[in-house]
T-cell receptor
Framework: GAGVSQSPSNKVTEKGKDVELRCDPISGHTALYWYRQRLGQGLEFLIYFQGNSAPDKSGLPSDRFSAERTGESVSTLTIQRTQQEDSAVYLCASSLGGGLRNTIYFGEGSWLTVV | SQQGEEDPQALSIQEGENATMNCSYK?????LQWYRQNSGRGLVHLILIRSNEREKHSGRLRVTLDTSKKSSSLLITASRAADTASYFC????????????FGTGTKLQVIP
């Protein structure tokens, strides 16, 4: 596609429910990132996929968070048993290769509100 | 964990003035990039500087890198109201397989 696509753009869910956030990266981009950004704060690294390598999950805040990526295409971030502190915008990004040798392209984010 | 820290956290200037933002990071890097974010949406790439470069220009942007001090600065000259946004530095470890982390950001307000 032309850019990184994320869905849904907005999601309101009840505390305790599970949510799935989807990211469709730019075609051909081997690297895919998920970040979380709480209101007025910086980007918090969650997980990084690079090609066929094992993902770097070091940023996932708890075992309620998981993410999958199908080959070098779509990724899904799943939050189980959502809590109010999970409310944030979840940003997905992709790049041609890992690290900072290439520009990282961001989606517009998925705003999650847990009530 | 975040590698970079920007300062100041917030900056308010008049249109036409220059804006300087700083980024400090912790571990060795290969490259450093600066990004801009409008209204909490996706970030947009501004400029990349490699570890063997000391200064780079792009339009009204000037970036410096001091690897001995583990710091970088972003200068926006002749600021415009449209420059109002948050600015982040992005760093990665110097290893070949590296995640990218972002700093805490500087929120810039340019007053017309």
């Amino acid at each position: 596609g032309a850019g990184v696509s994320q869905s849904p753009s907005n999601k309101v869910t009840e505390k305790g429910k599970d949510v799935e956030l989807r990211c469709d990266p730019i075609s051909g981009h081997t690297a895919l990132y998920w970040y979380r950004q709480r209101l007025g704060q910086g980007l918090e690294f969650l997980i990084y996929f690079q090609g066929n390598s094992a993902p770097d999950k070091s940023g996932l805040p708890s075992d309620r968070f998981s993410a999958e990526r199908t080959g070098e295409s779509v990724s899904t971030l799943t939050i189980q048993r959502t809590q109010q502190e999970d409310s944030a915008v979840y940003l997905c990004a992709s790049s041609l290769g890992g690290g900072l040798r290439n520009t990282i392209y961001f989606g517009e984010g998925s705003w999650l509100t847990v009530v | 964990s975040q590698q970079g820290e920007e300062d100041p956290q917030a900056l308010s200037i008049q249109e036409g003035e220059n804006a300087t933002m700083n980024c400090s990071y912790k571990t060795s890097i290969n490259n450093l990039q600066w990004y801009r974010q409008n209204s909490g949406r996706g970030l947009v790439h501004l400029i990349l500087i490699r570890s063997n470069e000391r200064e780079k220009h792009s339009g009204r942007l000037r970036v410096t890198l001091d690897t001995s001090k583990k710091s970088s600065s972003l200068l926006i000259t002749a600021s415009r109201a449209a420059d109002t946004a948050s600015y982040f530095c992005a760093t990665g470890d110097s290893g070949g397989y590296q995640k990218v982390t972002f700093g805490t950001g500087t929120k810039l307000q340019v007053i017309p």
